[in-house]
């Protein structure tokens, strides 16, 4: 079993910052690529973010220079960190990684998602 919690979503004034957390826990043998996205109200969930296992990222056009992904392979944690943050940042954030376990008899790379945390930008 592998789980995903998000946190440190929030209600922020426009042009505030905020940082996200994801901590992997359960049978996880490494942790390839991560990945933040949202969801606003009425539309489809979208990449925000990724970050590969050594460290390559790409960016959404929309939070280019914004926002800033990160992880710690030792601590199976990533982090999104928002500045300038805009209204139409406002929606629910969801990590996901591609993560290792074993099942017998092999080892299996699986996405998981996490419940996600609300991160509300008021103008």
């Known amino acids: 079993q592998v789980h995903l919690v998000e946190s440190g979503g929030g209600l922020v004034q426009a042009g505030g910052s905020l940082r996200l957390s994801c901590a992997a826990s359960g049978n996880i043998l490494g942790i390839s690529a991560m990945g933040w996205y949202r969801q606003a109200p009425g539309k489809q969930r979208e990449l925000v973010a990724n970050?590969?296992?050594?460290?390559?990222?790409n960016y959404a056009d929309a939070v280019k220079g914004r926002f800033t992904i990160s992880r710690d392979n030792a601590k199976n944690m990533g982090f999104l960190q928002m500045n300038g943050l805009k209204p139409e940042d406002t929606g629910v954030y969801y990590c996901?990684?591609?993560?290792?376990?074993?099942?017998?008899?092999?080892?299996?790379?699986?996405?998981?998602w996490g419940q996600g945390t609300q991160v509300t930008v008021s103008s």
């Open positions: 996901n990684a591609e993560v290792q376990t074993y099942s017998f008899p092999r080892y299996v790379l699986s996405p998981y």
């Open positions: 970050i590969t296992g050594i460290g390559n990222t």
